[in-house]
């Protein structure tokens, strides 16, 4: 939701005109867009959606019609700002796992801190289906105060709005063992908040954190966690049939 009558949303435009764009839930018009070939993939913030252009999709080269990168929507006046672009990053690439040039990296994934005044997004600076190296990086919505954060956890997101919370997969120095966990956002890591788990969700109290076994497992199991503890204190419920979760 953007509003009380509006919501972002991806698909609209029909096949030619497919893309982001704010549509209106009362009269089912879209008001703001398309935007072709720009996502919209997490919640907007007073009243601001994040777009990301990506330069690929799918695997494919891709071109919209806003410039590869990080995009701001602004609702109430409907202009569109770009706060970043992939080659932004090229000074962090020594930190980074990357084969390709800068030109050919794309961004995914931006997110509002809970207070809106910080940007998180995803780099993607490696040839499709490279694996797990993808990397998070924070700023303001100008685009300034850009901070590396490092190899994105799996399923991440804000915690509040200084730290990070998801899951430990392939992160480097720490043993992959798919627990959940915290870090600030220059990447330290500050404590373990569950057991395995895997498409987690929290409380607003943030005292639980229920997640299902990971990918491919059978049976499939939805725990429930208390915040820092490895054990589950219930499991939710249980199923035989992977086929129909994977």
């Not at 410039?67 to 409907?78: E, I, K, R």
């Not at 899951?167 to 870090?183: M, S």
Request: aromatic share 12%; hydrophobic share 35%; charged share 20%.
């Amino acid at each position: 939701w953007v509003d009380n009558d509006r919501v972002q949303v991806f698909n609209v435009g029909g096949p030619d005109r497919y893309g982001a764009g704010v549509v209106n839930v009362r009269t089912g018009k879209i008001e703001l867009g398309p935007f072709v070939g720009a996502l919209t993939q997490h919640e907007p913030s007073l009243g601001r959606v994040l777009l990301s252009a990506p330069s690929l999709y799918n695997g494919k080269p891709f071109l919209g019609e806003l410039p590869y990168g990080v995009h701001v929507l602004d609702c109430s006046n409907g202009s569109v700002t770009q706060v970043c672009k992939p080659t932004d990053f090229a000074g962090w690439r020594d930190r980074m796992n990357v084969a390709v040039e800068p030109a050919a990296w794309t961004m995914s994934h931006p997110t509002w801190s809970p207070d809106g005044e910080r940007i998180a997004a995803v780099l993607e600076p490696d040839e499709p289906g490279a694996g797990w190296w993808n990397y998070i990086f924070t700023m303001y919505p100008d685009g300034s105060g850009k901070r590396f954060f490092g190899t994105k956890p799996i399923h991440w997101e804000w915690y509040d709005n200084h730290s990070i919370w998801g899951n430990d997969a392939n992160i480097p120095g720490l043993p992959n063992d798919r627990k959940v966990g915290r870090w600030l956002d220059d990447g330290l890591y500050m404590a373990n908040l569950a057991g395995e788990a895997n498409h987690n969700a929290m409380s607003p109290d943030k005292r639980y954190i229920a997640g299902e076994s990971w990918y491919d497992s059978a049976p499939v199991v939805l725990w429930l966690y208390r915040a820092g503890e490895n054990k589950p204190c219930a499991t939710v419920m249980e199923h035989p049939y992977p086929q129909v979760t994977w």
